[in-house]
């Protein structure tokens, strides 16, 4: 009987201990996974607002030499680029893309640029851009 008694005791140990070490994989594993989700918002958020800014910079750029009647080929065809870059990475987000969607981020962005090229005057645009940026940063934060 005594043998019965240590060999249950041995078996519902090792069983315990399996189980144990298997909730902790399955709890660690899931905390890893999400932490990894939380790391990837983060990171097309910050490319996000590099990308917004660098345009926008760009663009500044460009109107206040098109004032001088200073504005060189080469700047030109930064602000281009920047500006679709900007549109790529408005578009291509994974880890992000159901908020941007929900902001409706691209179309906003577009008639912002849009007001800026019809009237040449970026101060028009500050606000918004502000405003972007802020939600950005907030989102990108959040978690």
Do not use: C, P
Not at 55 to 70: G, H, Y
Not at 75 to 102: C, G, Q, S, Y
Not at 115 to 124: C, I, N, P, R
């Amino acid at each position: 009987m005594i043998w019965l008694t240590v060999l249950t005791s041995g078996v519902l140990g090792i069983v315990g201990t399996a189980i144990g070490a298997f909730l902790v994989y399955r709890f660690s594993r899931r905390t890893q996974h999400e932490q990894w989700i939380r790391d990837n918002r983060k990171e097309e958020y910050r490319e996000l607002i590099e990308a917004l800014t660098d345009e926008i910079t760009a663009l500044v750029r460009r109107l206040e030499m098109s004032k001088d009647r200073t504005i060189t080929r080469e700047v030109f065809d930064e602000e281009r680029e920047k500006h679709r870059t900007a549109l790529r990475v408005l578009k291509n987000r994974i880890f992000i893309a159901r908020d941007l969607k929900e902001r409706n981020l691209f179309d906003e962005w577009a008639d912002g640029l849009k007001l800026v090229w019809e009237t040449g005057e970026y101060h028009t645009f500050e606000a918004t851009y502000e405003k972007i940026r802020e939600w950005i940063v907030d989102r990108a934060t959040r978690e």
